[in-house]
């Protein structure tokens, strides 16, 4: 078996490659590399273009001497991958892929021949009813997804020991990590995140969202106070200059510059930093409202601590923001106790908060696809093999003999009557395995119309309950559209204060899922009478009023929550 490996993680944006020790306790990390990720390559983990893919990769190799070995595992992340939570009964743990195999059918309203089938024990429980038993989470994916990385393994000339899924890479990674307590892990990348929570090791909740730093980025090029237009050219800005403030609840007040940073920033890039900072909110917000539903949960196990990998531990200042908004203590991954991390020694250093899930994925892979596993069943199956053709040479041999055998005919008749006799016996069974059939394909069809009546807007009643309780009576709605996914108001209001208190009582509402402010905009204008005549104060001058109008984005239907780290909701 390889003492070394290359772990690969292929992202929609780049591709991260790892050369290390293979299943060590304390593994050491002799060389890294991140490249891009072709373009149209790959599509929600599927390799589309397997022979670019290839290219990249192994130009990565060669030119930064990762030749040392021939073996590689791969970490796959893909919204296709089904993952579901189940109670296990109180089993061996070398038993229990069995029993997860053999029930697989069960856990997911699809068909799952087509699928490999893996599992993960995320803990034994200790106590209360269920002392004994064990959660698992169980995964299913496309045997087309694990066929694509075994061939690419190919054309890049390695030999495949291992796929993993991303968000167990992750949960591996971070198992024996200090602090044990309840930490909270970012993999930020560039059009969506991982959320992951962990205590003492165990993983108590996963979630995909389909928020990253790609439209941050984007309104960082949107910028000209920036001095960039291209998206790259903001990418390499962020990474070393921070284009965020560190909080958004005074971001309208231009005169608030509370930052270090920004004590010398010109009105254009303090204004250009609002603009992205509101930008990163769709973001925060959602990261928030996994918390929320979290802290609904486990009430006695607050998140303590925020580790924030992937791409966005790259992006200046973002850390700062998620902790100011979030109100807890949030950091960039910089070191890990298991890893023995080393620097590149040309400079192309990376960080070792982007390569968490190829750390991962070498400690203990879910197994979509295990070397081991395929040997062994192809001995077991050229033995087979072997075995039917001694058994075709007897029943020959046998059958040679009977020509000569008075006694073939009452031997044939006899094994006749009793196979009649064990068709007989197990009628009844026929009979209730159809039927639990019938019910299952009813149970399939009924699912799968739910699923097709449900609609966005039955929501919309809720929200609008919501916003006759709980607007404050100050918010006066002047406009309001809806669509399937959210709602756009129009609000007026007396000054900015009152706006922000605004924004913060929307984001209490349980109809919504997420807000997002769009704009904010100080009116001032005459008041004339009836006449149409202005109004004159005692002074002589014209009576004025002025008030503040701000656009909020209510996404009031949950539809971007996945059950795990991009896995799909059954």
């Known amino acids: 078996m390889a003492n070394k490996v290359l772990s690969i993680e292929i992202g929609s944006s780049v591709i991260r490659v ?37 290219s990249a990769i192994t130009a990565a190799i060669n030119e930064n001497n990762m ?24 089993l061996k743990e070398n038993m229990i892929g069995n029993y997860v195999k053999t029930n697989s059918s069960e856990y997911f309203p699809i068909e799952i021949s087509g ?28 045997r087309e997804l694990v066929d694509d990385y075994e061939q690419l393994a190919m ?18 990674a971070f198992k024996n990590e200090e602090p044990l307590d309840r930490v909270m892990i970012l993999k930020v990348e560039e059009t969506q995140t991982s959320i992951s929570i962990l ?47 560190g909080s958004y609840s005074n971001a309208t007040a231009v005169q608030n510059k509370t930052d270090a940073d920004e004590k010398d ?44 990998c992937g791409m966005g531990g790259d992006f200046s200042g973002l850390s700062k923001l998620i902790k100011n908004e979030v109100g807890i203590k949030t950091n960039v991954l910089k070191k890990m106790k298991e890893i023995e991390w080393v620097a590149n020694d040309d ?7 982007n390569y968490a899930a190829c750390f991962g994925a070498t400690f203990a892979p879910v197994g979509f696809y295990s070397k081991e596993a395929v040997d062994k069943e192809r001995h077991q199956t050229n033995f087979t093999g072997v075995s039917i053709l001694l058994g075709v040479l007897t029943l020959t041999l046998i059958a040679s003999l009977g020509f000569l055998s008075s006694t073939a005919y009452g031997d044939a008749k006899n094994e006749n009557e009793r196979l009649l006799a064990l068709q007989a016996k197990y009628a009844a069974s026929e009979k209730y395995f159809h039927k639990f059939e019938a019910v299952q394909k009813t149970y399939e069809e009924v699912y799968t119309g739910s699923l097709m009546v449900n609609n966005p807007n ?15 009576a100050d918010a006066i709605v002047i406009e309001l559209a809806s669509s399937n996914d959210f709602a756009k108001i129009t609000l007026r209001v007396a000054d900015e204060d009152v706006a922000t208190s605004v924004v913060d009582k929307l984001r209490t509402f349980e109809s919504v899922m997420n807000v997002n402010t769009g704009g904010l905009e100080v009116v001032s204008k005459e008041l004339v009478g009836p006449d149409g005549e202005p109004l004159l104060n005692e002074d002589g001058t014209i009576m004025k009023e002025s008030y503040v109008e701000i656009s909020v984005y209510c996404f009031y239907f949950p539809s971007e929550f996945t059950v795990a780290t991009s896995g799909k909701e059954v």
């Open 347 to 353: 400079g192309n250093d990376t960080g070792l908060h």
């Open 155 to 172: 054309a890049c000339d390695l030999t495949l020991l291992e796929l993993d899924y991303v968000g167990n890479s992750i949960i591996q």
């Open 199 to 245: 205590y003492d090791g165990n993983l108590l909740l996963q979630r995909s969202i389909n928020y990253g730093i790609g439209e941050i980025i984007q309104e960082v090029a949107n910028r000209p106070a920036f001095g960039v237009s291209k998206y790259d050219e903001a990418w390499e800005l962020v990474k070393r200059k921070t284009c965020v403030r």
């Open 115 to 142: 699928h490999q089938v893996s599992h993960l024990v995320l803990e034994r429980i200790k106590d209360g009813e269920d002392a004994g038993k064990s959660r698992v989470l169980v995964m299913a994916a496309e």
């Open 458 to 472: 039955d929501n919309l009643l809720n929200f609008f309950a919501e916003l006759e309780q709980k607007l404050p």
């Open 265 to 308: 920033d010109s009105v254009e890039v303090f204004e250009a930093k609002k603009a992205v900072t509101a930008a990163a909110m769709p973001f925060i917000n959602a990261v928030m409202r996994v918390l929320d539903f979290y802290n609904s949960r486990s009430m006695d196990k607050n998140v303590e601590q925020i580790f924030v």
């Open 18 to 54: 790892c050369l290390l020790d293979y299943k060590k306790k304390n593994p050491k990390v002799y060389r890294h590399v991140t490249v891009p990720t072709p373009v149209g390559a790959i599509n929600d983990g599927y390799l589309n273009d397997i022979d670019a893919l290839s």
């Open 67 to 90: 030749k040392k070995t021939k073996y590689v595992v791969f970490t796959a992340e893909s919204s296709k991958i089904l993952t579901r939570e189940i109670i296990v009964p109180p």
